[in-house]
């Protein structure tokens, strides 16, 4: 890495994302590097500092990533040479992701230095993970966040995809566009219980695609992307998903999902 200071931009829905990231800085913070984290959904690409290294660390979503995750990598500045490396978390396959942002990073001049992805629980589910699984996960992937740090540092991080697995899923998805989220929104319907709902605008505050409306009780417009954030994080899991209450997965709280601190 040519700067020794670290510009992570993140997006955490439930809580996985947010915990890799942190990781990942907490290795970088022992190994004498600066780490600036910011809320991808807060940042605007053109305020991105070309002099530092940029971290991307994003949810795999649609075998690739959120649209508003999209609008921001697709309007970073043009450069020469800064480093970039990628950090995702999925379930259980990335899909094109990582070759999705190689692309678009080195048609941009970034130099892709490393990209990998952790396995977490799937967040879109609907039965509890046990605290036992997601324990076992966490271990393992403190242990892969250490050796992702080291080969940074060293220069000898590699942009890690399946490539045959990842060329599917990039040319199926140039195909067919925006039909999973589309398909995602014609599925499932997220709804607000208003004998439940105290109004206290939380959901409609951390919505990072500005899909929900704050009337006398929230209300969803039909641009909702999936993140899961509003559902796991209403305090009176008021929000209900396809006309069923199940209990929300979350993996880290919302205050320090947000938070800005090392
Ligand atoms: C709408 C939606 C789509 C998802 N798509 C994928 C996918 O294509 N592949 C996968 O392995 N996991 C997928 N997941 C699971 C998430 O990537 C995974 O749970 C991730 O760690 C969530 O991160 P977060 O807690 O930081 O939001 C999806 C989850 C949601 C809600
Ligand atoms: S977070 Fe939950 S309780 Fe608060 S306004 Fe939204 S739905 Fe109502
Ligand atoms: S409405 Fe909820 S699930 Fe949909 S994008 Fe906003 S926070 Fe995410």
């Not at 076992?136 to 697995?165: C, G, M, P």
């Amino acid at each position: 890495m040519k700067s020794k200071t670290v510009d992570i931009y993140y997006f955490s829905g439930t809580g996985n994302t947010f915990l890799i990231s942190k990781m990942i800085t907490d290795n970088l913070l022992k190994n004498r590097y600066n780490v600036n984290k910011f809320l991808l959904e807060k940042s605007k690409p053109e305020d991105v500092n070309l002099n530092h290294t940029i971290g991307l660390a994003v949810p795999v979503a649609y075998y690739s990533t959120y649209p508003f995750i999209w609008k921001f990598i697709n309007n970073l500045p043009k450069t020469n040479g800064t480093d970039l490396f990628l950090i995702s978390t999925c379930a259980s396959t990335a899909g094109a992701l990582a070759l999705q942002i190689k692309k678009v990073a080195i048609a941009k001049g970034y130099n892709p230095i490393g990209a990998i992805t952790f396995k977490m629980p799937l967040n879109l589910t609907q039965t509890q993970i046990k605290d036992t699984k997601l324990k076992r996960l966490i271990e393992k992937a403190n242990i892969k966040a250490i050796h992702f740090v080291e080969s940074l540092i060293n220069d000898k991080a590699k942009w890690q995809y399946k490539t045959v697995f990842a060329y599917f899923f990039f040319i199926m998805l140039k195909l067919i566009g925006s039909l999973p989220i589309k398909l995602y929104r014609h599925l499932y319907e997220l709804n607000v219980n208003d004998s439940k709902c105290t109004q206290c605008g939380i959901c409609y505050q951390i919505c990072p695609a500005d899909t929900i409306r704050m009337y006398e009780f929230p209300r969803f417009e039909d641009n909702c992307e999936y993140c899961m954030r509003c559902f796991a994080h209403c305090p009176e899991q008021a929000i209900y998903f396809n006309n069923k209450t199940f209990l929300p997965f979350k993996s880290a709280n919302i205050d320090d999902i947000l938070s800005k601190k090392k």
